[in-house]
């Protein structure tokens, strides 16, 4: 094997180890695209849970259901699931107490563990509960 050929080779191999090594640490194309879109999922119902706090504080009330947010003031589209494109899971469970849920691909990064929004794989709800949230005042003069 003449020497120019033999560092082709070994160059080659070193080319092939760094990559296989940055898929390792930065994990694969597939992987990065599950997690950026369980990230999106989180900002999306941060989202909606700010949206449904500003509502409770204008109206006293819940939505019944998220699109009663689509007026042009409070949101002009609904956020869906980056992946299946199908709306977030919303759930009143009281008079000012709901749920917001989402299906999530892999668990919270290590950043997140301690975070309120923590989720495994699969379905996971949070849970709100707006009962001390001010409210407008509604008595008449």
Not at 20 to 38: C, N
Not at 62 to 71: F, S
Not at 96 to 125: I, V
Request: glycine residues 8%; charged residues 25%.
């Amino acid at each position: 094997m003449s020497p120019h050929r033999a560092a082709a080779l070994a160059a080659a191999a070193v080319f092939g180890i760094a990559i296989a090594i940055g898929l390792y640490v930065s994990g694969s194309p597939l992987e990065q695209r599950l997690l950026r879109s369980d990230r999106q999922r989180v900002d999306d119902l941060r989202g909606l849970a700010g949206v449904i706090s500003r509502y409770v504080m204008e109206t006293g009330r819940l939505p019944e259901t998220l699109d009663a947010l689509v007026d042009g003031r409070h949101l002009t589209r609904l956020p869906r699931d980056p992946a299946t494109r199908e709306p977030y899971v919303y759930v009143v469970k009281g008079p000012l107490a709901f749920e917001l849920c989402a299906d999530f691909s892999r668990p919270s990064p290590p950043p997140m563990q301690d975070d309120f929004w923590r989720h495994g794989p699969g379905r996971a709800c949070f849970g709100f509960d707006y009962t001390d949230l001010p409210r407008p005042n509604r008595s008449t003069p």
